[in-house]
């Protein structure tokens, strides 16, 4: 990532800048939706930052009869996070509807539903096994647009592939707060700036580049003995190092946020893998098609890597559900290209056969 850009404006004017050439009433509906979004990510990362105390302070307010900020402290965060986005969309006079990673159904907007121009798909808070350890966790976003303008959407209108998408984004709450957005013009990085009298949006970044050739992976390493040939092969092949058929050694990372992944990659390269695997035959893949992995995608593909299921482009496959699971397979593009070669012939170069009966972390018997 190129961190050396110095930082040109606030979000609502930097979008403007961002987005000169496109109609102004479709760059100005989407300029209102991205500042919808963020300004809920906002109030999530207030309600992230509090942590603990939010149950400290429920506590004492229950003790003194008093009701706490909305009454909302002793829920879940990912609950929070759900409503926080749900209030700020149903605000803008642009988006028709939206659909959380936390509710079976999406959601009608009651003002807008007809007209707006927007359907909106959000994981609130990705990552949420990680709240209570204080580790890194974030929110994805996914703008489509409303196809059929003067009828309200209902589910089937989100089933678009993820090539569709206007913009998609996350944040991620971590040591800082940022925003990495893409309106299919490069990718954006804005910082959440607290000095001020209101927290601000301030753009730091509006050229991310992934590295192309990386040393680094990151897959949740305990579900190996599940995973398919073409991982299988990969991934012992980057554990072989130097000794191995890649002749360098490998550094793994997991942090189980994939918000946190992604972001790691955009900053330094690396590769992503949550793969199909056989633990749960009735549910082989993790990560969900239009919450996670199409928004991801875009914002990969836009950075300058890639993207896949293995297979084909997430960006191409069209879901039949709105929370239809893919494989995901994401990052700098040399080695996601690896990763696809495999899966196209994975009986081509056996040399992982070399490495199959090693498990990561013991060495066979000799
Ligand atoms: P969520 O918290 O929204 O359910 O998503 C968590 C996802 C993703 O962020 C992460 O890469 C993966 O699940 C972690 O899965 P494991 O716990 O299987 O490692
Ligand atoms: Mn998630
Ligand atoms: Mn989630």
Redesign the pocket.
């Known amino acids: 990532m190129n961190n050396t850009t110095p930082p040109r404006g606030l979000l609502d004017e930097a979008l403007q800048c961002h987005l000169i050439g496109m109609d102004p009433d479709v760059a100005q509906a989407l300029r209102e939706t991205l500042c919808a979004i963020a300004q809920a990510c906002v109030r999530i990362s207030d309600a992230a930052s509090l942590g603990m105390l939010a149950d400290a302070d429920a506590d004492a307010d229950a003790l003194a009869g008093r009701s706490h900020v909305q009454g909302e402290s002793h829920k879940r965060l990912d609950q929070i996070a759900d409503d926080l986005m749900a209030a700020s969309l149903a605000g803008c006079r642009h988006v028709a509807a939206w659909a959380s990673?936390e509710h079976e159904q999406p959601h009608v907007s009651h003002a807008h539903g007809a007209q707006g121009a927007h359907l909106v798909v959000f994981?609130p808070?990705?990552?949420?096994?990680n709240i209570e350890a204080n580790i890194s966790i974030g929110t994805i976003f996914s703008v489509l647009p409303h196809r059929y303008r003067g009828m309200a959407p209902g589910a089937a209108d989100f089933m678009q592939p993820g090539h569709q998408q206007l913009a998609a984004g996350y944040v991620l709450y971590g040591p800082a707060t940022l925003m990495v957005l893409t309106c299919r013009r490069g990718v954006l990085v804005f910082g959440l700036d607290r000095r001020g009298a209101a927290p601000q949006w301030v753009l730091a970044c509006d050229d991310v580049r992934i590295a192309e050739h990386t040393r680094e992976f990151a897959i949740?390493a305990s579900n190996q003995r599940f995973w398919e040939k073409p991982i299988q092969r990969y991934v012992a092949e980057c554990v072989a190092g130097d000794s191995g058929p890649r002749m360098k050694d490998f550094n793994m990372r997991w942090v189980?946020?994939?918000v946190a992944?992604v972001h790691r990659i955009m900053t330094r390269g690396g590769v992503f893998l949550?793969p199909r695997d056989t633990r749960e035959p009735r549910r082989p893949d993790?990560?969900r098609l239009l919450a996670e992995a199409a928004p991801m995608a875009l914002l990969v593909e836009q950075a300058g890597g890639r993207a896949t299921n293995g297979t084909s482009d997430l960006l191409d496959l069209v879901p039949d559900t709105l929370h239809q699971r893919v494989p995901v397979i994401l990052g700098s593009k040399d080695e996601v290209d690896r990763i696809v070669s495999y899966h196209a012939d994975p009986s081509e170069n056996v040399s992982w056969q070399l490495f199959k009966t090693r498990s990561l972390f013991v060495q066979p018997q000799a």
């Open positions: 990673e994981d808070l990705d990552g949420s096994s949740n189980a946020s994939m992944e949550y993790r990560l």
